[in-house]
């Protein structure tokens, strides 16, 4: 089956550094992806791991381990505009034109 | 703005009514996908298309229908609506990398 985790809410401080979890069982592993979504409006693209490793990408990181099944995004240097839920995704078999297959998200309350 | 447009941004239909949701993908993209969002609920994947053909299938009823035209256009077909089909429909277009870029969605309310 097709399984992914990550914690359905969180809250942190302004300036501050954040560590959304996401672990994934699924059929097939073509690359993991992390998108955020404001209420109401579309996701947009964040950071994308198909190797073990961390990718670095201005404020926000993306850490992938394949053999645990396991990522996190790293948010640094809070601001109160990244108050937004964070979903956690996983492309499956198809390679590349492959679909993606999404956690509930996590959302990310930033306070003052 | 990501490239993708749908059309409508909102609409507001009745219970048992039929509705085509519109989706142009980013030039040069082949692949189309087609996703609800339901409230506190996660993207869930319906459907795909690349260049013309289905490709996956997700977890779509079979009221719902697609297509993709050679325009590469794609249309999302929701009959004999329920209540339960509010939501809030994404379309996604991806480039060869495999990057989806979402449309702003289409906001159902089934009354």
């Known amino acids: 089956g097709q399984n992914i985790d990550q914690p359905t809410e969180m809250t942190a401080t302004e300036g501050a550094i954040v560590q959304i979890n996401c672990t994934y069982q699924?059929?097939?592993?073509?690359?993991l992806f992390w998108y955020q979504q404001h209420a109401g409006e579309a996701p947009t693209f964040l950071s994308y791991?198909?190797?073990?490793g961390l990718e670095e990408k201005g404020r926000f990181s993306s850490f992938l381990s394949r053999s645990k099944g396991y990522s996190y995004l790293l948010l640094k240097e809070l601001q109160m505009k990244d108050s937004a839920s964070y979903l956690c995704?996983?492309?499956?078999?198809?390679?590349?034109?492959?679909?993606?297959?999404f956690g509930k998200g996590t959302k990310l309350s930033v306070k003052p | 703005d990501s490239g993708v447009t749908q059309t409508p941004k909102h609409l507001i239909t009745a219970t048992g009514q039929r509705v085509t949701l519109r989706c142009s993908p980013r030039?040069?993209?082949?692949?189309v996908y087609w996703y609800q969002q339901s409230l506190d609920q996660g993207l869930q994947f319906l459907i795909q298309?690349?260049?013309?053909?289905?490709?996956a299938k997700g977890n779509i009823l079979e009221r719902f229908s697609a297509q993709q035209f050679p325009d590469l256009h794609s249309e999302l077909n929701l009959s004999s609506l329920e209540l339960g089909d509010s939501a809030l429909y994404f379309c996604?277009?991806?480039?060869?990398?495999?990057?989806?870029?979402f449309g702003p969605g289409t906001r159902l309310t089934v009354t």
């Open positions: 699924t059929s097939g592993f073509n690359g």
């Open positions: 791991n198909v190797l073990d």
């Open positions: 298309y690349y260049n013309g053909e289905e490709r």
């Open positions: 995704a996983v492309k499956g078999y198809g390679g590349s034109q492959g679909n993606l297959i």
């Open positions: 030039s040069g993209d082949l692949s």
């Open positions: 996604a277009s991806s480039d060869f990398m495999g990057e989806q870029y």
